[in-house]
T-cell receptor
């Protein structure tokens, strides 16, 4: 059973557009929600993370929006660039836990 | 600063063969992890080690064994490889703290089992 559900599976956006990736979870014990970015042939790398005590976190062109009541969170990439083309994974973990539960990934392609 | 180093990068095995995937980290992290990545399934945890001397099963441990050799090294062994174990394997490490710390990943081992 997938603990974190991610959509869409793939996404094509024009350069300068907004990319939006959505994730949903059921376990209310989750209290840490990171996003990882993975380029072909490389391992995932932490992009940005949020805790449920805030509804939004922004780092440069990347923003996480968090809706605790709906148990959903999303990644917004503003002014998307071809260099943003990668696979994005949302994830969740519980306080003090050692392991992360990953979504199934979204392959983003930004076309010039 | 190499971070997390995995060897080998690629491997082809025949069904029934055994092999060990190696992982080493130079960040003095306590926790280490092994994941497998399959198309459409994201990353699934195979085993993890919260600290030297301890190991625990993750979501998909069947067919695998692990050894936490020391603080730096965490190996994954396939005793009798099966085609269903064809995957990309990632090792990661993390420093636990009062606030969740990010996991740092290696670049993976691409394993094909014929």
């Amino acid at each position: 059973q997938q603990q974190v559900k991610q959509s869409p599976q793939s996404l094509i956006v024009q350069k300068g557009g907004i990319s939006i990736i959505n994730c949903a979870y059921e376990n209310t014990a989750f209290d840490y929600f990171p996003w990882y970015q993975q380029f072909p042939g490389k391992g995932p790398a932490l992009l940005i993370a949020i805790r449920p005590d805030v509804s939004e976190k922004k780092e440069g062109r990347f923003t996480i929006s968090f809706n605790k009541s709906a148990k959903q969170f999303s990644l917004h990439i503003m002014d998307s660039q071809p260099g943003d083309s990668a696979t994005y994974f949302c994830a969740a973990s519980m306080r003090g836990a050692n392991n992360l539960f990953f979504g199934t990934g979204t392959r983003l392609t930004v076309i010039p | 600063n190499a971070g997390v180093t995995q060897t080998p990068k690629f491997q082809v095995l025949k069904t029934g063969q055994s092999m060990t995937l190696q992982c080493a980290q130079d960040m003095n992290h306590n926790s280490m992890y092994w994941y497998r990545q399959d198309p459409g399934m994201g990353l699934r945890l195979i085993y993890y080690s919260a600290s030297e001397g301890t190991t625990d099963k993750g979501e998909v441990p069947n067919g695998y064994n692990v050894s936490r050799l020391n603080k730096r090294e965490f190996s994954l062994r396939l005793e009798s490889a099966a085609p269903s174990q064809t995957s990309v394997y990632f090792c990661a490490s993390r420093e636990p703290g009062t606030v969740n710390q990010p996991q740092h990943f290696g670049d993976g081992t691409r394993l094909s089992i014929l």
